[in-house]
């Protein structure tokens, strides 16, 4: 599943090409993805000018001026592509199969923006303008703002008995956080995953908001990690995998100078946990 970075990534990559342009013409090729398409969904992204595009989370929203927002979500294999004959530059993998195309849109350039999702996981949605989407209201502060600090993240914390693994997961505890840059700010911050939220010092906390920005920093500046399905907008792939310190890495060495220990893997609440036992307390 795409995570924070990944999805800002995509949305630097569409940015140039949505923001400020009219949808001349929409077409939505099925009823449905993971959830029921809007039925007016042709309707209103037809003639829409697109004022700005936003991230909240791991979704994307393209705000349509007087129109309210599209909220998309990319799934476990969703993919916006960027065709065109005045983007020379960009070609699509012959891969990507057109059958999969289920939603695409035409500005008035000529640009062509697809979004292709062979699992159909991905969901596309309509907000009214005004409004704000039930998929949005619960969650927590974005970590690359300046809302999500070691003093909100303490506050958060305090008295929970799930390890910090899981509560660094809780899209209400913090927004757009996954599985694998949970794990290397916790190594990068020398925090074991199994520890209980709530007895991790704040000393410790603070360190760990610094590590969950850099590592998302990072991560977008490499175009984040494509393990699987991840291609940014531009067709080109993430690079940030090649730059993990413990996740995918079982039995690896420790990459902590002098450190003597090897990764290990568990499983917490179903998902693989990727630390150094010696390094991480």
């Known amino acids: 599943m795409p995570e924070l970075p990944e999805v800002e990534t995509v949305r630097r990559g569409l940015e140039p090409h949505l923001t400020n342009r009219i949808i001349t013409r929409a077409e939505a090729r099925r009823p449905d993805l993971r959830r029921p398409l809007p039925p007016d969904l042709v309707q209103v992204l037809t003639g829409a000018r697109v004022t700005g595009l936003r991230r909240r989370s791991k979704y994307i929203l393209a705000d349509l001026e007087d129109r309210g927002s599209l909220l998309l979500h990319l799934g476990m294999s969703g993919r916006m592509l960027i065709e065109g004959e005045s983007q020379g530059d960009f070609h699509r993998d012959p891969a990507i199969l057109p059958r999969h195309d289920h939603v695409v849109l035409w500005t008035e350039e000529g640009t062509r923006i697809t979004f292709n999702d062979a699992r159909r996981f991905g969901l596309i949605d309509l907000v009214a303008p005004g409004e704000s989407h039930p998929l949005l209201a619960h969650l927590g502060p974005e970590p690359l703002s300046d809302t999500f600090t070691p003093e909100k993240l ?109 990764i290990a893997r568990i499983v917490q609440s179903g998902r693989s946990s990727y630390f150094c036992p010696v390094c991480q307390r």
């Open 154 to 262: 303490v506050q958060a914390l305090a008295g929970r008995r799930m390890p910090i693994k899981a509560a660094l997961l809780d899209q209400r505890i913090v927004a757009g956080l996954g599985n694998i840059y949970v794990s290397e700010a916790l190594y990068r911050a020398g925090i074991d995953p199994r520890r209980l939220a709530g007895a991790v010092a704040e000393a410790e906390i603070a360190a760990l908001v610094n590590h969950v920005r850099a590592v998302l920093e990072e991560a977008i500046a490499a175009g984040g990690s494509s393990l699987r399905d991840h291609r940014q907008a531009t067709g080109e792939l993430g690079y940030f995998q090649h730059s993990f310190r413990v996740y995918d890495r079982e039995g690896a060495p420790c990459p902590t100078p002098g450190c003597t220990g090897a």
